[in-house]
């Protein structure tokens, strides 16, 4: 027997389902994550597989996962096989718990004959578009088709016939008998199965006619004892008619359907139709590509799964739907690589500094802090040798007040090494400068100075000798603006700036060991992590997030409403 209170993290659904518990209504808490198996899952999905698997764990049940494969046009096993990889990546798991709503077809099928025979439902013959004219508007009541009174013997030969493939496509429907004066237009003779001539995933060519979603997703679980049948708002409309089945079948558990309000995240686009345009229009490279908003697009990018679950976590479990944004999803990402990320060196610009006083051929390895945030990450060896690359952005020949990295004459510190002062501006024929002559305080080993001074920049380099050649790819955000498509056009919105590629960048050797998936911070840079496109011979990494965190900064101003 379960503990019937609710754990300490409540919420409205929460306190439903403890409730429930202490009642008595049920003695093990089953939910279900539904997805259909059409594209793959994005960061809307995180929250709905958190608030399913959450759940099913706070109160000691079970969560399935069942696959709502029911129209075999759009769905392919690549996405069921990419859907169960990303919720066992984001750390959830179904144990046997594996459906699959094409798993009762038919027990479905013989649902529809019951209600043909109850007379509540008829095969129909008028087109989907006839169909949609005498549905009605929301103000005006729907009007019945002429077959609504078939006889149920008649419909029941033309279901079984539907079933045996002698109609074409869109010929003919079953529907629901139930009330085209409804207000709620779900309830307007709902369409139960429709004539597809379609190979299924997992059922091949053995049957002509699919069951629509709202038919087989509340029978499914009902199949499946699903107490909480937990959806986003979109579905609220279409309570009455989950319960309207519910009621009218002989199912063996009545579920019970409750909704939260769908996530909303600002310069981001949710709608599966349209991820699915961006890939197969080319405007991106895959539903993998860092800027999909897809677990797999995040997953490329560096997002770490912990980050994913505490952004969810922290947007809370609301039943009115708002935008949250996007700067919080970078604060919980940001939040755990700040933590967890290793620190390692990276020259995206790269400029040359020769250390005149420094002897050639000598190498020495300096000691560099793995990651300050955690003592147990200990440190790592940086060879340093007399040629240095730094970054192209941190010298100005001639610097404005407020800028204190290098500059000629002044001294700066190279982080974990020594400090160097630049002597002279080395300049191609075109007034390009090619590379900054220094020297060095050999007194400073470490970054430190014995007579106190401190130079007012620290920055980061690689040894030339040592440094690999990698492409970096930066990422912003898909979208120019926060609201995509406000003026009617989203794919105008698209920003040509979401991706900048830079060639030549240097990174510290060790990073060609560092395996996809990991994400680590180019010092001074921000996050990043190597991307699949990867060769021994040529590494890319992508850019996973900058160091500024606007949303931390909102929060310390008490901005973030």
């Not at 087109?127 to 088709?145: K, V």
């Not at 060879?383 to 010298?395: A, G, N, S, Y």
């Not at 990422?475 to 900048?500: M, N, Q, T, V």
Request: hydrophobic share 35%; glycine share 8%.
């Amino acid at each position: 027997m379960q503990t019937p209170t609710a754990p300490e993290r409540g919420d409205f659904i929460r306190e439903i389902v403890a409730a429930d518990l202490r009642d008595g209504k049920h003695q093990t808490i089953v939910t279900r994550f539904p997805p259909e198996p059409n594209g793959y899952l994005h960061i809307g999905h995180v929250k709905a597989i958190s608030i399913n698997f959450g759940i099913a764990r706070d109160f000691g049940g079970r969560c399935h996962l069942r696959f709502d494969d029911t129209n075999p046009t759009k769905e392919e096993q690549e996405y069921i096989d990419h859907i169960q990889e990303d919720i066992h990546w984001l750390g959830f798991d179904w144990g046997e718990h594996l459906y699959f709503a094409s798993d009762y077809f038919d027990q479905l099928y013989e649902w529809a004959v019951y209600l043909i025979r109850a007379g509540k439902a008829y095969v129909d013959d008028l087109s989907a578009d006839e169909i949609r004219e005498h549905r009605g508007t929301l103000t005006e009541p729907g009007r019945h088709s002429p077959w609504r009174d078939r006889p149920i013997e008649e419909s029941l030969d033309l279901f079984e016939r539907m079933r045996k493939g002698e109609f074409p496509d869109g010929t003919r429907v079953l529907r629901a008998r139930i009330d085209m004066a409804s207000p709620n237009i779900n309830l307007r003779d709902p369409v139960l199965y429709r004539i597809l001539h379609a190979e299924h995933p997992r059922t091949g060519d053995a049957w002509s006619i699919y069951p629509m979603y709202d038919f087989a997703h509340g029978q499914s679980d009902a199949i499946e004892g699903i107490t909480h049948s937990l959806c986003s708002l979109e579905f609220e409309i279409h309570r009455p008619l989950y319960d309207w089945f519910i009621e009218n079948l002989p199912v063996p558990s009545k579920p019970r359907q409750i909704e939260f309000a769908r996530l909303n995240i600002t310069y981001t686009v949710l709608s599966k139709r349209v991820l699915l345009r961006l890939v197969n229009d080319g405007f991106v490279r895959g539903w993998n590509d860092p800027r999909m908003p897809t677990i797999a697009g995040m997953r490329r990018r560096g997002f770490p799964a912990e980050g994913l679950r505490d952004f969810v976590t922290g947007v809370g479990v609301a039943k009115a739907d708002n935008v949250i944004e996007f700067g919080q999803l970078e604060h919980a990402v940001r939040d755990v690589l700040n933590r967890k990320a290793p620190r390692r060196f990276a020259v995206l610009a790269p400029l040359k500094v020769v250390i005149e006083n420094y002897p050639e051929g000598q190498v020495e390895e300096m000691d560099a802090v793995n990651n300050p945030e955690d003592p147990s990450a200990g440190s790592r060896k940086v060879p340093f040798t007399r040629e240095l690359w730094i970054e192209r952005e941190d010298f100005m020949e001639e610097p404005p007040a407020k800028f204190f990295r290098l500059a000629p004459g002044r001294e700066v510190r190279l982080r974990s090494a020594y400090f160097i002062t630049c002597r002279e501006v080395v300049k191609d024929a075109a007034g390009e400068i090619v590379e900054l002559r220094c020297t060095y305080d050999p007194a400073t080993r470490g970054g430190d100075s014995p007579d106190g001074r401190k130079p007012k920049a620290t920055l980061h380099w690689i040894s030339a000798a040592h440094a690999m050649a990698a492409e970096v790819r930066l990422y912003d955000h898909l979208f120019s603006r926060p609201d995509p498509g406000a003026d009617g056009d989203l794919f105008a919105d698209l920003s040509p700036d979401s991706e900048k590629v830079l060639q030549g960048c240097m990174v510290e050797p060790v990073l060609a060991e560092l395996p996809v998936g990991e994400t680590v911070q180019f010092e001074r840079l921000g996050y990043f992590s190597p991307d699949p496109d990867s060769t021994p011979g040529h590494p890319v990494f992508n850019r996973t997030l900058t160091l500024k965190d606007t949303w931390a900064k909102l929060q310390s101003q008490g901005a973030t409403g």
